[in-house]
Nanobody, 126 residues
Framework: EVQLVGSGGGLVQAGGSLRLSCEGS????????IGWFRQAPGKEREGVAL????????YYTDSVKGRFTISSDNAKTTVYLEMNSLKPEDAAVYYC???????????????????WGQGTQVTVSS
């Protein structure tokens, strides 16, 4: 059974940090890219940070560049999202997802992802 288990969300003050984790199982981890997406109420789901498990290539949406870092520990089949200098506008449900399309390109759209985790809530207080 394919599973993606996201964790690490919580309540943090503006300017603080959180580290999200996404552990994958039931699929060939190295053949997929892993992305972190987020969705706030009334807004579209957007790709935040993406990484190719095979070669480590990364992508970040402009609003998080310089603040968030995505990394992969292939031995643990786990991808992390280190979030620093958090802002209230970062508050959302964060989902990790796996995309086989990474064999061809860095997938930035939600429809390009095959498997999804359950989501973890990130709340940022002022």
């Amino acid at each position: 059974e394919v599973q993606l288990v996201g964790s690490g969300g919580g309540l943090v003050q503006a300017g603080g940090s959180l580290r999200l984790s996404c552990e994958g199982s039931g699929f060939t981890f190295d053949d997929y890219g892993i992305g972190w997406f987020r969705q706030a109420p009334g807004k579209e789901r957007e790709g935040v940070a993406l990484i190719s498990s095979k070669d480590g290539n990364t992508y970040y949406t402009d609003s998080v560049k310089g603040r968030f870092t995505i990394s992969s520990d292939n031995a643990k089949t786990t991808v992390y999202l280190e979030m620093n200098s958090l802002k209230p506008e970062d508050a959302a449900v964060y989902y990790c997802a796996a995309s086989y399309s990474f064999r061809r390109f860095i997938a930035t759209m939600a429809h390009e992802y095959d498997y999804w985790g359950q989501g973890t809530q990130v709340t940022v207080s002022s």
